[in-house]
């Protein structure tokens, strides 16, 4: 055997360098996830309605430009977005170690940027999920989402880790200059791609409300689409209510150090890596519609070890149930990432991706304004809590679809599925 048909995917050269890409700009990505949040807790003594407040505008881009995303993502070549992307969402976050080091840097300069790189991450996120059947084909897209959710998993691993000591000896502040030169790198070796997906076919009379009601009658007029579309919403509501106190749970009630909440964080990506590594064959044998919400019963109640933690020992079980969330949410995604793309035809990527990230992200910003307010009433233990029930209700919607008794990916060609649906007026 030849060691391109070893490597699969990772033996195309394009491939690769996109796969090192997104390894660079989700490394960054991680050590935001922990560095943003300990700037205001640690730099800016914020309070936990300040630190919800902060979760929310990292992700009210989805409400504020969810949906005209992926109209404007399916009228152009998708990978100049990410690249561009990249380089503006590096240059946003290095102004705040600047404006840290110049004594200016204020809750309110986190809001906005934290708002600004939302906004940017909506389009870089459509437009990747957008970019992956043009790159690796159709029937490569289990194997391109296995691959990619790994090396996520990997960088949710290291992204702590790396964090953790730098905000010890550097400061919260000047670890994000490590996420910015790490999303900067990973734009300009977007560049190097050679393979150039094709132009889209310019509408006649291009009308962006026509062009989102297209997005979602093809998203809400599909059984599965639109289950998956809601257990997510339900997911990730409650999962951004329980992250907003996980830290200052784990700081202030466990007494962990950075560098203890880093390890507790890697934990998580080790789950994830199983999950990564473990999607395929999983889905093989579970079924790959089942998978969808059996992997989320069986992981997401683990979560409550958590607010059942103590200092101590009991901290170690609590992480590993984090890891099994991360496990069961890895498997998930990788089963209903391959579903949305197959079912989708070229012309609605983007729309499709816009549209599940609208309403399934959308109470994101939600989950973190209720995170603080929960907080602030019931502490970070009874939120972790009211987080753990809730992220296992997301079974519910693709229990009670076709997905309950789907095994495999659908085989019918996307675009006559669209067609058959409903066509462009």
């Known amino acids: 055997m030849s060691n391109a048909s070893r490597l699969g995917l990772l033996?195309?050269?394009?491939?690769?360098?996109?796969?090192?890409?997104?390894a660079l700009g989700q490394l960054g990505d991680r050590i935001i996830f922990l560095a943003l949040p300990l700037v205001a807790v640690v730099a800016l003594n914020a309070d936990e309605f300040q630190v919800g407040l902060l979760a929310a505008m990292t992700?009210?881009?989805?409400?504020?430009?969810?949906?005209?995303?992926?109209?404007?993502?399916?009228?152009?070549?998708?990978?100049?977005?990410?690249?561009s992307t990249d380089l503006a969402r590096a240059l946003i976050l290095m102004t705040i170690p600047v404006a840290w080091w110049a004594g200016l840097l204020t809750i309110r300069w986190l809001y906005a940027v934290a708002l600004l790189h939302g906004v940017l991450t909506v389009f870089f996120d459509v437009a990747y999920v957008s970019y992956l059947p043009h790159l690796v084909g159709r029937g490569n897209l289990?194997?391109?989402?296995s691959r990619l959710s790994a090396i996520?998993?990997?960088?949710?691993?290291s992204g702590p880790t790396v964090a953790g000591p730098l905000v010890g000896m550097v400061g919260a502040p000047a670890t994000l200059l490590v996420s910015s030169a790490g999303m900067a790198v990973s734009g300009l070796l977007a560049t190097t791609i050679r393979r150039r997906e094709p132009r889209p076919e310019p509408s006649g009379n291009p009308q962006l409300r026509r062009e989102i009601k297209d997005g979602l009658r093809f998203v809400l007029?599909?059984?599965?689409?639109?289950?998956?579309m809601l257990g997510d919403a339900i997911f990730n509501l409650f999962l951004v209510m329980y992250q907003t106190m996980l830290l200052i749970f784990l700081e202030r009630e466990m007494g962990l150090q950075p560098f203890g909440i880093g390890l507790v964080l890697s934990g998580m990506g080790c789950g994830a890596l199983l999950g990564a590594l473990a999607a395929t064959t999983v889905s093989k044998w579970v079924g790959q519609g089942?998978?969808?919400?059996?992997?989320?019963?069986?992981?997401?109640?683990?979560?409550?070890?958590?607010?059942?933690?103590?200092?101590?020992?009991?901290?170690?079980?609590?992480?590993v149930g984090l890891a099994a969330l991360s496990l069961g949410g890895v498997v998930r995604v990788v089963a209903q990432s391959s579903f949305q793309q197959a079912l989708t035809p070229d012309r609605l990527l983007g729309r499709m991706s816009a549209t599940t990230r609208f309403v399934?992200?959308?109470?994101?910003?939600?989950?973190?304004?209720?995170?603080?307010?929960?907080?602030?009433?019931?502490?970070?233990?009874?939120?972790?809590?009211?987080?753990?029930?809730?992220?296992?209700?997301?079974?519910l919607p693709n229990f009670l679809s076709p997905l309950?008794?789907?095994?495999?990916?659908?085989?019918?060609?996307?675009?006559?599925?669209?067609?058959?649906?409903?066509?462009?007026?």
């Not at 289990?142 to 989402?145: A, H, L, R, T």
């Not at 996520?152 to 691993?157: A, D, W």
């Not at 973190?368 to 233990?381: C, E, I």
């Not at 972790?384 to 079974?395: Q, R, Y």
Request: glycine share 14%; charged share 15%.
């Open 11 to 22: 033996g195309d050269r394009d491939f690769g360098r996109f796969f090192a890409a997104t």
């Open 59 to 83: 992700t009210a881009g989805s409400l504020l430009v969810g949906l005209p995303a992926g109209a404007w993502v399916d009228r152009m070549r998708k990978r100049p977005i990410m690249i």
């Open 142 to 145: 289990v194997e391109g989402n």
């Open 152 to 157: 996520r998993s990997v960088t949710s691993i």
């Open 221 to 228: 007029g599909h059984p599965a689409l639109r289950a998956i």
């Open 290 to 319: 089942r998978v969808i919400w059996l992997a989320a019963l069986v992981t997401c109640p683990l979560t409550v070890l958590m607010p059942m933690a103590r200092p101590g020992w009991s901290v170690c079980a609590a992480a």
């Open 360 to 395: 399934s992200w959308g109470g994101i910003p939600v989950g973190g304004l209720l995170g603080g307010a929960s907080g602030s009433v019931f502490g970070a233990t009874g939120t972790l809590w009211i987080g753990a029930v809730g992220m296992t209700l997301n079974v």
């Open 404 to 425: 309950r008794t789907t095994r495999s990916l659908p085989m019918e060609k996307a675009p006559e599925f669209a067609r058959r649906d409903f066509t462009d007026n």
